[in-house]
């Protein structure tokens, strides 16, 4: 049936489908870490995922003369950032984490602008500042004496540096894929980085046990929520290009709000919340409208463009 659709309508059904597992993450993660330490939790999602890519590996993709840009790549993307946010999640709400996760596209076009050279029509500047107004209201919800949400403040702060290593991971794998196939560039990365991560785990003596009750959330977090999400992510980039793709995407908060409550009935927003929530989301459209319009792509660096031609990703 989906073989008969037009490949444009077959782009956007990625692109929601992808949007849905996108926002599911926040609240899956949370699952997961409730009984798991957040090094060991990064650990095994990035062994699942790492693994199930593994087969698109060729020796032709390994990172040869690549390694001065595949190395802090790998360290921002795939050591840094699973372990901030897996700490950041074990200490704010699943909410919260739903809402912060367009904080990733603020980073990546932040680093596009600094280190690839990318611009933005003037009104993009306004828009990139509002959400970063929207981050801030929903980080902080102005509760600026609440002693008792410093544990929250600490870590939404935390889901924000994670989110900056993940900008730093776009940037990185941007420039990576135009002499690197996508998909198996994830893998090494991934991989590389849980060889980091274990004499962390060793040192530090974190245990390594995993519940029975969180193996069902880290397979689906490692084969849906990154593998299968990247494959329908890039589908979508080819059928109805990144400006479209990434307008959907952006409204992966709503649907990681809607996880949240479902799976965690007590889950609230306060006002400011709201307000930020609606205020990322909608400067982060507004965004991609602009860029449309304009000569810059920052679409296309959420995540990195398609190289190699027809065998690609």
Known sequence: MLAQLAPRTRGYLAILAGTVLFGSWASVGKI????????????????????????????RDLPRGQMRLFVPTTLAG??????????????????????????????????AFVFLGERL???????????????????????????????FLLGNLLLIGAACGWGIDNTGTTVLTHRLRLLPLISLKILAGNLVLLPIVTAAGIPLAVPLEALPGLVFM????????????????RTIGGMRAGSVLSTSPFWGILFAVLLFPGSTLSVWQIVGGTLMAG????????????????????????PDGPDSP
Not at 122 to 137: D, H, N, P, Q, T
């Open 121 to 151: 029509p003037r009104r993009g500047y306004a828009a990139l500042a509002s959400i970063a107004v929207g981050a801030f209201l929903v980080t902080t919800e102005l509760r600026f004496g609440d002693v008792q949400f410093f544990e």
């Open 222 to 237: 490692g084969l849906v929520g990154i593998v299968l999400f990247t494959v329908l992510f890039y589908y979508a980039l």
């Open 78 to 111: 795939a050591v840094v950032a699973p372990i901030l946010y897996f700490d950041g999640l074990q200490r704010t709400q699943a909410t919260n984490a739903a809402l912060l996760q367009n904080t990733e596209a603020l980073f990546t076009i932040l680093f």
């Open 32 to 59: 997961v870490v409730s009984g798991l330490h957040p090094v060991t939790a990064a650990i095994y999602l990035q062994f699942v995922s790492g693994l199930a890519l593994l087969p698109t590996v060729r020796r």
């Open 283 to 306: 400067s982060l459209l507004a965004l991609y409208a602009f860029a449309d319009r304009g000569s810059a792509s920052p679409a296309e660096t959420l995540k990195a463009a398609p």
